[in-house]
């Protein structure tokens, strides 16, 4: 039975790159490298409060100090230094207290009950609902448990276990691996678990389990985490945060810390990018002028993508992202979208335009090697100088890498894939017009009479000027003979680049010009492109019927 994506459909009318974010997620959750970030308003739906409620609560403990307290608020004084107010009233209050207990348990007792009383607040509106009651409040909570054990971290903000229980229920229903519940970075955990850090700490909704050894709920505890970079804690989460697409659900961007993770993230790693979900309420939806300010910060900041649904919405999200089989997510998603879910990506270029080193810089996305195996040692030398017999060998080898090439093309899945070098480079390495026919001739029948059709993909074009490829030969050592004379100098670097550029024609919005800057900020510039822009796959087939019918010329 199909599923429902009528709200996602309507979603994707006003953000029109909705399926495309979709499939990336869904590719990085197939590789298990999308993580979860979640917040409270994960929770509100099954009835917990939010985090300004839970603060509020708390303070009505102490209405001897209410009038303080509502100044402080009117001060604009953050709900974590209220809460630091609040956590010295309850520590005077319990030390000031006759007690048997010796001296040196008097701080355990203070932290035990502030834990108890955090719980008492916590739970106050379910504490006499059963779990399977709670789930019936909550639309997706199911599905959310589903979706932590598919991936290999979610990072849990809120100190509530009901994500926790909705996950460990699936996997025991489903045979799967129990996840792993922490509150404090292992250098290793259990093979195959999904983790569930409460990076704040945790108290389980049933008193007698265990829980957290303290709460990071207060001014002192954040703190303690934004002046202590290197704390092991923040090197658990830094190479994450480099390495995995991170999905935030039921979070804002007022934790100084998951914006100072998010953008330290970036910096290491500055073409990955994550995702956060905005609730929209029905009844008071922001206006595009809002949404478009909010993404357009998100992004340069934090190369974070903003994406804006109601509850329904969320709840369908979440429920494709759990189809497992690529074929029928791919099916569910084309109802809907006019976007191709596999969408396959060219990087061309001269020599050192550097397409090598920004294919590194997306490994975000599905990337593939230049070649597959040792080139032949005379193929990096200028073609110019080859012998006939030197070309023939670098001929012989190369076919069989396009044909290579070719089939990975083909077989690509849901997602976004990029590769190094395309199939009618060797234009670019051609003495002669003829030569160019003799070639592509050639490419038909030892590549595409086995593979197939050459796979059609969005060509992305780097170059850069003479100046910059000289000096990137250069430093490379890209230097021969007796004189030192440069292998492809910057000259025919530019030449080279040029004719390439005939051949693929490539869109001014996918032709990159890396000459004043690193792969790292070419890469980003690529990766959003991707993301936010469109997709005109380049048709090979066509453009080889082109050239011979011009007799090779390019």
């Known amino acids: 039975m199909p599923r429902s994506i009528t709200a996602l459909e309507e979603a994707s009318k006003t953000q029109s790159q909705l399926p495309v974010w979709l499939c990336h997620m869904w590719q990085r959750l197939d590789r298990r490298r999308l993580g979860l970030i979640l917040g409270a308003g994960v929770s509100i739906d099954a009835g917990l409060p939010t985090w300004k409620d839970l603060v509020e ?47 040196q348990f008097e701080q355990y007792q203070v932290d035990s009950t502030w834990m108890e009383l955090v719980h008492q607040e916590l739970y106050r ?105 290197t704390l092991h804690e923040s090197d658990f989460l830094m190479s994450r945060f480099a390495t995995t697409t991170f999905l935030l659900l039921g979070t804002s961007l007022n934790d100084n810390s998951l914006k100072n993770m998010l953008r330290a993230g970036m910096k290491r790693n500055p073409a990955n990018h994550h995702y956060i979900i905005y609730w929209e309420n029905p009844a008071s939806r922001r206006s595009d002028e809002e949404r478009k300010h909010i993404f357009d910060v998100n992004l340069d900041v934090y190369n974070l993508i903003s994406i804006f649904l109601e509850t329904k919405q969320i709840a369908e999200l979440v429920d494709l992202l759990n189809e497992e089989d690529a074929g029928l997510f791919e099916a569910e998603l084309v109802r809907f979208s006019p976007h191709p879910a596999r969408r ?5 270029g001269s020599v050192v335009a550097g397409k090598s080193s920004n294919l590194e810089g997306l490994r975000c996305f599905s990337t593939f090697e230049e070649w ?59 003495k002669t017009d003829i030569e160019n026919v003799e070639k592509l001739n050639e490419l ?111």
């Not at 396959?344 to 061309?348: A, I, R």
Request: one cysteine or more; proline letters at 4%.
């Open 57 to 103: 609560r708390l303070t009505t403990r102490f209405p001897a100090v209410k009038s303080a307290f509502d100044a402080h608020r009117s001060a604009g004084l953050q709900e974590t230094y209220i809460t630091q107010i609040a956590y010295a009233l309850h520590q005077a209050s319990i030390k000031g207290a006759p007690s048997a207990l010796p001296r």
């Open 344 to 348: 396959k990506y060219y990087l061309v």
């Open 372 to 430: 597959s195996g040792r080139a032949p040692e005379k193929m990096y030398q200028d073609h110019m100088t080859l012998t006939a017999a030197e070309r023939k060998e670098i001929d012989e080898w190369l076919y069989s890498q396009l044909r290579e090439k070719n089939d990975k093309m083909r077989r690509a899945g849901v997602g976004m894939h990029v590769m190094d070098r395309c199939y009618l480079d060797f234009c670019a390495f051609s």
């Open 125 to 229: 509106d379910i504490e006499s609902l059963k779990y399977e009651e709670i789930l019936q409040r909550h639309s997706y909570l199911s599905s959310l448990g589903q979706l932590i054990c598919r991936t290999e971290l979610s990072v849990n903000f809120n100190f509530d276990d009901l994500v926790d229980e909705a996950a460990i229920n699936f996997a025991r229903t489903r045979n799967k691996v129990q996840p792993e519940v922490i509150s404090r970075p292992k250098i290793e955990t259990r093979r195959d678990a999904s983790v569930i850090y409460h990076i704040n700490g945790f108290l389980p909704r049933e008193k007698r389990r265990r829980r957290s050894e303290s709460l990071v709920f207060t001014e002192d505890a954040f703190a303690d985490v934004l002046i202590s970079p």
């Open 444 to 554: 038909r029948a030892r590549v595409c009479k086995h593979s197939g059709p050459l796979e059609a993909g969005q060509i992305i074009f780097l170059e850069a000027d003479e100046h910059a490829l000289s000096d990137r030969q250069a430093r490379r050592g890209k230097l021969r003979g007796a004189t030192m004379v440069i292998d492809y100098d910057g000259a025919s670097l530019v030449k080279q680049s040029a004719t390439l550029k005939s051949v693929y024609k490539p869109e001014p919005q996918f032709t990159f010009d890396n000459s004043r800057e690193g792969s790292d900020k070419t890469s980003r510039r690529i990766a959003r492109q991707i993301l936010l822009g469109d997709y005109q796959p380049f048709d090979f087939e066509k453009r080889i019927d082109e050239l011979l019918g011009s007799g090779g010329k390019v």
